[in-house]
């Protein structure tokens, strides 16, 4: 018993502390910021961007390669240190060291290299714009849950408050001093609002799982959000959010005007390289290289089977020729010695090659592929020129929008403010000659429903009004805080 209660005690100790774990908008934000799988494919978009310049780079440099090759040959072949044909076993070995540079070509590489590094840095900037995406994302999903919540309190508090009043009815109706249709109006409307209690409940559960997707959270795992009092939410003042203001300093922060830039001029460089193509290029080359083989040739004992006539003759004198014949020989069965071919070091150094040159590679007629692809890449510099243009104006109509949204927000947010106290002093008023049997149920719901609107509306206002200004300070370049 006492180390079951122990087990009880560890986990209700454990429950506890899962339970008191929040997360709030900066954790939110930088626990999607390294987990959101966007995120990562652009972190992998750029560091592939990174391999190609590291590529790049290299490549400017000399290359120096090492080869060697060894084999066994068989039979009737071409020894590979004479070049004389032989009807004999051997094995060779060759080994070889080549390098190659390239002397000029009109700086196609070190343009491509700079190219390769502006397309890095771009690509290291939009992984950054997906992040800013990915945290305004979470920044709306917090709200939404925060809002959601908002409105079960409200649906709450006027649950609680129409059962207080289906209660106060139901006891004057058993007194005799209302009718029961007043009672069964508020029992009507008891059960409405409880059933908006639970609809605004389902809504926070929702609202919470989106916002688990955003952040790539398990959708069973326990997460929990602060709730900061949206009246306690840090704005600035809308007198120091001017658009003009705003878009000088988006122009400089926001990752997507830089990325723009940078692929405008890494398409620059890239066009200078395709230029390149259309000129003669200087290369120069070397190698060194050597060989051996190694085979063992028997030497047989000479058997003499007989003479051949060479067609040769030798004067006797007195007009006597006689014909010269010659010894022919077969080898034998018995080997009296062996041929060999000396060590491997003195056949290195005796095979050992050099070659050096210089190549000169001069574009004729290739289709006029290398002039296309140069008109390709001046269209391209025009694109990404436009792209900017576009992402310019684009930004600018964004921050006068999110700007003009903002004072309409601040505007609206200040009218259901009046809206709400106006409609409580009549729900309040309502109130009091309901209970003077002056006003009939229906009528003192209607009030009541005033008051639900008008708040819900405040609600959704506030929270608008705070998204807004907070959009308005994420162009600036302050990011998202809550």
């Known amino acids: ?37 966007s995120v990562r494919q652009a972190d992998l978009q750029s560091r592939f961007s990174e391999l190609t310049y590291q590529q790049n780079k290299w ?137 908006a209690l639970v609809s605004a409940q389902g809504s926070v559960q929702l609202l919470t799982l989106q916002l688990k997707a955003i952040l790539s959270l398990d959708a069973g795992a326990a997460f929990s959000i602060a709730t ?23 122009v400089t922060f926001l990752p997507q005007q830089k990325v723009n830039e940078l692929r405008l001029m890494a398409a620059r460089k890239q066009a200078q390289a395709a230029k390149s193509a259309l000129y003669p290029s200087v290369t120069a080359f070397g190698s060194l290289a050597t060989n051996a083989i190694s085979f063992k040739k028997a030497i047989y004992e000479q058997v003499l089977t007989g003479y051949y006539p060479t067609g040769l003759r030798v004067s006797a004198g007195g007009g006597t020729f006689f014909p010269v014949e010659a010894p022919s020989y077969v080898d034998g069965s018995n080997v009296v010695g062996y041929y060999r071919t000396g060590s491997f070091s003195d056949q290195f150094s005796k095979n050992f090659g050099q070659s050096i040159g210089i190549g000169l590679n001069m574009p004729l007629f290739n289709g006029k592929s290398s002039r296309i692809n140069w008109q390709r890449s001046k269209y391209t510099v025009q694109q990404w020129t436009l792209q900017k243009e576009q992402g310019q104006l684009q930004l600018k109509q964004d921050i006068y929008k999110a700007y003009t949204d903002a004072t309409t927000a601040m505007q609206q947010y200040k009218a259901r403010q009046r809206s709400v106290a106006t409609a409580e002093k009549a729900f309040e008023f309502a109130s009091k000659r309901y209970d003077l049997n002056l006003l009939s149920a229906f009528d003192l719901n209607n009030s009541r429903n005033n008051l639900i609107s008008a708040r819900a509306q405040l609600i959704l206002s506030q929270f608008d009004y705070v998204f807004k200004m907070k959009l308005l300070e994420f162009y600036r370049g302050q990011g998202i805080k809550l």
């Open 1 to 37: 018993m006492k180390r079951i209660g122990l087990i009880l005690s560890f986990l209700a100790l454990n429950t506890l502390l899962s339970a008191q774990e929040v997360w709030d908008l900066r954790r939110c934000v930088d626990h999607a910021v390294k987990n959101n799988i």
């Open 59 to 195: 490549g400017q440099l000399p290359t120096l390669n090492f080869g060697g090759s060894t084999g066994y040959r068989l039979g009737r072949s071409e020894n590979p240190t004479t070049g004389v044909l032989e009807d004999n076993n051997f094995l060779n070995l060759g080994m070889q060291l080549q390098s190659g540079v390239t002397v000029f070509n009109w700086f196609s590489r070190k343009n491509n290299t700079e190219a390769s590094k502006l397309s890095w840095a771009a690509d290291q900037e939009q992984t950054k714009k997906v992040q800013d995406d990915i945290a305004l994302n979470v920044a709306v999903g917090y709200l939404q849950v925060l809002l959601a919540r908002e409105q079960v309190g409200l649906a709450q508090v006027q649950l609680d408050l129409t059962k207080t009043q289906y209660m106060a009815t139901r006891q004057r109706v058993a007194a005799g001093a209302l009718p029961e249709l007043n009672a069964a109006e508020l029992e009507a409307q008891v059960a409405r609002d409880s059933a």
């Open 228 to 250: 900061p009092p949206v009246e306690s939410i840090p704005l600035l003042p809308l007198s120091d959010l001017e658009p003009e203001t705003v878009y000088l300093s988006a």
